[in-house]
């Protein structure tokens, strides 16, 4: 008999779901983390998760539905993301939301803070703080109330246990020695492959040479582990890329996805725009690299104010990251920029913004017009988590290339395919985390049964 009823490798998003889930059910769940003190990217993400027919979206009338994010995602990344993985993370990602305030015991929300490109309706949930790290904590806390979930930290999973090509368990690094843990099932949520160099470099070419934000141990192992027994992968060179990245940090602070919908614009150091703002945040990633010297994102103050309400936003307020409540001459001092450039870069703005002609670069949404006092930061691209991986079915069973199931092994979050569809440009801002609580809620489901 197996030690455990399942063994779940990495806690973060989709590893603590899964545990939660599976213990809710009866399972006997041991949650292995190398190192808890460690950012996992449920921490370094800004704490948004999109679900598509939840009852706070009931509750401030917005209508929606999993079919019409399911159409959203559709119109984002086309057609490559696999049929049934949408249809299991569209319906999921609610499941998801309710399980998280129903037994998890979390205070979940409808953000109204900005509409973000790619969702056609409200549907960015999350705690009171908007923030990642409070996200991770709350999880984390529920996490170790749970009797039946036995928390190992310091436990470094260094491969997979297997017979005859079922998976039987994990092996395990502790304190110095190497130990076999047994389980009836396995769920690897050991992240994507963002800080795995050749895997980028192999994979998505055009991201390999960007700043890594993500969590270190997303190294790509799980991935690989599956991948000798036969696993079969899609859409490997997706990513979300991040262009909000503060550049005058000490790297890895940003600015969060939501400046574009209230009303920012980006410059270069030539004074002038060279993108529509309002694209998917992560396709825009490939446009602020290409500036030579960094760009500068600038908004007022309404914007300001509106922005603070989201974690990652504050916490680059409060690291000095973000200039503010000065005039355009000050500005231009501020971050080397020819002044008369950019006044009428700003004037151009603002008339577009007010309807007054179409932007040649082909921004469509604005908001209000900037205006003085204005604030800024110098900005570059990053990359933040991957998005492609193993293929699974609707329990989070990882698949062979003929559509059979690996006996014994799921998997959810990075080291899954997401629903990004193929590059940077499918990504929408909430849908990784939609993926890693679906999926975990998934595996959860299918090692409790």
Not at 119 to 145: F, I, K, N, Q
Not at 317 to 327: M, S
């Amino acid at each position: 008999m197996a030690d455990w009823d399942l063994a779940v490798v990495g806690a973060g998003a989709a590893g603590m779901l899964g545990a939660l889930r599976a213990e809710a059910g009866g399972a006997r769940v041991v949650l292995l983390e190398r190192d808890a003190d460690a950012s996992s990217n449920l921490a370094l993400s800004g704490g948004l998760f999109s679900a598509a027919g939840s009852r706070w979206q009931q509750a401030a009338g917005v209508e929606d539905s999993p079919a019409r994010f399911a159409a959203d995602i559709r119109e984002k990344a086309g057609r490559a993301v696999p049929p049934p993985l949408l249809r299991r993370v569209t319906e999921g990602a609610r499941e998801a939301a309710h399980f998280l305030a129903d037994v998890a015991g979390l205070p979940i929300h409808l953000s109204r803070t900005a509409h973000f490109p790619g969702h056609s309706a409200p549907r960015l949930h999350a705690t009171p703080a908007e923030s990642g790290t409070e996200l991770c904590a709350l999880l984390r806390d529920a996490v170790r109330r749970r009797p039946g979930i036995t928390w190992m930290d310091g436990a470094d999973a260094t491969a997979l246990l297997a017979q005859q090509g079922q998976v039987t368990g994990v092996e395990v690094s502790a304190g110095g020695t190497r130990r076999p843990v047994a389980a009836t099932w396995v769920l690897l949520a050991t992240g994507g492959f963002g800080g795995g160099v050749e895997l980028r470099a192999r994979h998505m070419p055009e991201a390999a040479g960007a700043l890594h934000i993500g969590s270190a141990a997303s190294d790509g192992r799980g991935i690989g582990w599956m991948q000798q027994l036969g696993a079969a992968l899609d859409c490997m060179d997706a990513y979300q890329g991040q262009p909000h990245l503060c550049r005058e940090g000490r790297g890895g602070e940003r600015l969060g996805a939501a400046l574009p919908a209230l009303g920012a614009v980006m410059v270069n150091l030539a004074g002038r725009r060279f993108a529509a703002e309002d694209m998917g945040p992560s396709e825009l990633t490939a446009h602020v690299l290409a500036q030579a010297g960094g760009a500068v994102e600038i908004w007022d103050a309404a914007a300001q104010d509106a922005a603070l309400r989201q974690g990652p936003f504050r916490a680059a307020v409060e690291a000095g990251l973000v200039w503010g409540r000065g005039d355009l001459s000050a500005l231009a001092e501020r971050f080397g920029l020819p002044e008369q450039v950019l006044a009428q870069t700003l004037a151009d703005a603002a008339g577009f913004a007010r309807g007054e002609g179409a932007d040649p670069l082909g921004r469509l949404r604005w908001g209000a017009p900037l205006a003085a006092p204005f604030f800024a930061a110098a900005i570059t691209g990053g990359l933040a988590h991957t998005q492609g991986g193993v293929l699974v079915d609707a329990g989070a069973r990882v698949l062979r290339p003929d559509g059979g199931a690996i006996p014994g092994l799921l998997a959810a979050g990075g080291t899954a395919c997401g629903v990004s569809g193929r590059g940077a440009a499918g990504y929408v801002p909430g849908n990784g985390l939609a993926q890693s609580f679906a999926l975990g809620l998934a595996a959860g489901a299918t090692a409790a049964r």
